[in-house]
């Protein structure tokens, strides 16, 4: 069964609250269906509420999704992913050494 993870620092935080099924439907609806992930990420699990937009970039392997993203804070950018895997650790180097470009979407927007 695949989770939910929050990879920040350089640690991964499991997000119980959310639906591996309802994340992965927001992911497969493109930078519209992760802007309100996206959110909800920032504002609840990381606690950030000063920030001036995010550059994201979708990946949907087989049974894997991930979100790599930078927020854009007033004092810098932090670096955050969100996947749904079964392994968090293969879903990473998946996404690092054998993503294809029709794997990935990049999106952009303000807060």
């Known amino acids: 069964m695949s989770l939910v993870w929050v990879y920040h620092g350089n640690e991964y935080k499991r997000v119980s609250d959310l639906n591996p099924n ?5 992911i497969n609806n493109s930078c519209d269906g992760i802007r309100q992930l996206v959110n909800y990420v920032i504002n ?4 950030v509420s000063d920030y001036r937009g995010v550059t994201a970039r ?9 979100i790599h993203f930078f927020i854009n804070l007033v004092n810098g950018n ?11 650790a293969d879903t ?6 054998s993503a294809s470009p029709e794997n990935i979407i990049e999106c952009s927007y303000g807060k």
């Open 92 to 97: 990473l180097f998946n996404y690092y050494t």
């Open 22 to 26: 309802q994340v992965m439907l927001m």
């Open 58 to 66: 979708i990946y949907r392997g087989n049974d894997e999704h991930l």
């Open 44 to 47: 609840n699990v990381l606690s």
């Open 78 to 88: 932090e670096e955050v992913m969100i996947l749904v895997s079964r392994n968090p």
